[in-house]
Structure formats: C-alpha cells, structure tokens
C-alpha cells in the first residue's frame, strides 16, 4: 500500500509561486498513476493534473501554462510547480494515487489520497 505524504502549501500573493510535493512509499509508485486534485470551499473536488505511470501528463484547463506536475520515480515523489497563482487557485490540494490500468493484472488495483495541504492566493 502506497502512503502519501504532502508538502508545500501555503500562503502566497497572487503573482507567485509554490511547488508541491507529495511522497510516497512503498514499493509500487512506478506502477501508478499520479493525481493532484483540489477543492475549494462549497465545490466539488476536481482533477488539476495528472502524470500517467508512462510520464504523460494532463492539466485542466484553468492551470494549463501555470502549472507542471512531474515525478520522480528514483525518489517515489510527485510534484505539483505552481507558477504566476490566482485567487482562484485557493483550495486544498490532494495528491492521489491510482493503478495504471496496465499493470492491474500484475501487481493488482490500488487506490489512495493524501491528507490535502492547503494552498491560499491572497489578491
């Protein structure tokens, strides 16, 4: 079972930046899919980016060209850089694991959150 733990949130001025972490043990992170999520006040949690287990990234919308996930396998460690930050952006952010599809069969599914880390952007 993969534990997460996160790092990085904080306050910070709209305009700036803040990297997140999220680390992970266990022996198993390279088989994974690997989330951030947040969720603010009064809305539903939704996906900010994702690093597939291939290195394949995806980003909502509202953060593409502001934000970069990556990860390092050798660390078992995801990274969530969050550059040129809105008001907007304040929420929890969630790191979450999930199985590749791929290697289901292999090592089975798996499923995890993090505790959440809180990111505010003052105006």
């Known amino acids: 079972q993969v534990q997460l733990v996160e790092s990085g949130g904080g306050l910070v001025q709209a305009g700036g930046s803040l990297r997140l972490s999220c680390a992970a043990s266990?022996?198993?992170?390279?088989?994974?899919?690997m989330d951030w999520y947040r969720q603010a006040p009064g809305n539903q949690r939704e996906l900010v980016a994702r690093?597939?287990?291939?290195?394949?990234?995806n980003y909502a919308d509202s953060v593409k060209g502001r934000f970069t996930i990556s990860r390092d396998n050798a660390k078992a460690t995801v990274y969530l850089q969050m550059n040129s930050l809105k008001p907007e952006d304040t929420a929890v952010y969630y790191c979450?694991?999930?199985?590749?599809?791929?290697?289901?069969?292999?090592?089975?599914?798996?499923?995890?959150w993090g505790q959440g880390t809180q990111v505010t952007v003052s105006s």
């Open positions: 266990g022996s198993t992170f390279s088989f994974n899919d």
């Open positions: 690093v597939d287990s291939d290195g394949t990234t």
């Open positions: 979450h694991a999930r199985r590749s599809p791929v290697f289901i069969s292999l090592v089975g599914a798996y499923d995890d």
